[in-house]
């Protein structure tokens, strides 16, 4: 059984960056595709990136494309999420998402196994 573990959330300010890390454990992720998703307060959980199996192939939403990146450690068994830039409209709690299916993308309904999340809070 899939189990995923977030980290890397945190406190910073506008402009600066956070890495997040979504673990594997019970099998490897190379069955998987990988996606982040965030919930904002009284919003609904969006898609923000996400990934293919074989982490060649990228999406990303358009509020977060240039800043956000979406890197695969096959060693490691683990899916990042690079934030650079962040905004104040970033601030949520992140979550990493996985789907045997390999359809992935960002629509939540894909994905059938979910991590804990992580808070991001982004201020001055």
């Known amino acids: 059984q899939l189990r995923l573990v977030e980290s890397g959330g945190g406190l910073v300010h506008p402009g600066g960056s956070l890495r997040l890390a979504c673990a594997a454990f019970?099998?490897?992720?190379?069955?998987?595709?990988v996606g982040w998703f965030r919930q904002a307060p009284g919003k609904e959980r969006e898609g923000v990136a996400a990934?293919?199996?074989?982490?060649?192939?990228?999406k990303y939403a358009d509020p977060v494309k240039g800043r956000f990146t979406i890197p695969k450690d096959a060693d490691r068994n683990t899916v990042y999420l690079q934030m650079d830039s962040l905004e104040p409209e970033d601030t949520a709690i992140y979550y990493c998402?996985?789907?045997?299916?390999?359809?992935?993308?960002?629509?939540?309904?894909?994905?059938?196994?979910w991590g804990q999340g992580t808070q991001v809070s982004i201020s001055s």
């Open positions: 019970g099998t490897t992720l190379d069955y998987y595709a």
């Open positions: 990934v293919n199996r074989v982490g060649t192939n990228a």
């Open positions: 998402a996985a789907d045997p299916s390999y359809r992935g993308g960002l629509d939540r309904h894909h994905y059938d196994y």
